[in-house]
């Protein structure tokens, strides 16, 4: 069994790298972000709690972050193990993590501030099915329109200069000491987020001494 925690700043490319992960490893996971956007796209009274905090430009309460996670985890359908993005934020949830869980790995996907605000104001998100665009480097055949629906491509309202300024000072005010804490137990790897997908996923796996991803 195998369990890694994925930290990297908006932008880093955590969602892909944990899923190309997961999906060669059969580990399952684990995204909060994920869950929070299924609540607000469901309009559940804690999808109205998460909008109003992320058109804030605010990262969702630590309490709130731990309980969602701590009641995925305990769903216990992760045979094989799991990876976990966007968890943990701050200290105490790391150390939550570190007191429950025997953690294989925390990966720590390096990416300078410059490069997040050039890669987070080029997304874009589909209002029909949820598909991810980045104009950079996967832009839609028809401009602004998804090429699986054809629904509309709109700019979270988290995404402007002002909400990002705000995220990525608290990202590193509270995450910075979290991955201090893990290096003091020789968790972390770190992984030039800069480069191509497949080069970063690749990167990972010899940093952690796992198998190579499969030729596509």
Request: glycine share 16%; hydrophobic share 40%.
């Given at each position: 069994m195998r369990k890694y925690v994925i930290v990297g700043v908006q932008g880093s490319g955590k969602g892909t790298q944990s899923l190309l992960l997961a999906r060669d490893l059969d580990l399952v996971h684990i995204s909060v972000g994920d869950i929070?956007?299924?609540h607000v796209q469901h309009h559940t009274k804690l999808g109205a709690q998460v909008r109003r905090i992320m058109a804030a430009g605010e990262l969702v309460g630590d309490d709130l972050v731990e309980k969602v996670v701590r009641d995925r985890l305990e769903l216990h359908?992760?045979?094989?193990?799991?990876?976990?993005?966007?968890?943990?934020?701050?200290?105490?949830?790391?150390e939550f993590f570190l007191e429950s869980y025997d953690l294989d790995g925390v990966i720590h996907l390096d990416l300078p501030d410059v490069e997040v605000r050039r890669r987070v104001l080029a997304r874009r998100l589909c209002a029909g099915c949820g598909m991810d665009y980045n104009l950079i480097a996967d832009r839609p055949e028809v401009e602004g329109r998804c090429d699986v629906c054809?629904?509309?491509l709109f700019s979270r309202e988290d995404d402007t200069e002002e909400a990002l300024a705000e995220r990525l000072r608290i990202y590193h005010e509270k995450t910075d000491p979290v991955l201090e804490l893990f290096r003091r137990k020789e968790y972390v790897v770190t992984v030039d987020a800069r480069a191509g997908i497949d080069e970063v996923q690749r990167n990972l796996r010899l940093k952690l001494g796992l198998p190579l991803p499969r030729a596509s």
């Open positions: 929070f956007r299924w359908d992760w045979n094989f193990g799991f990876v976990v993005e966007g968890f943990p934020r701050n200290r105490r949830q790391a054809g629904g509309e």
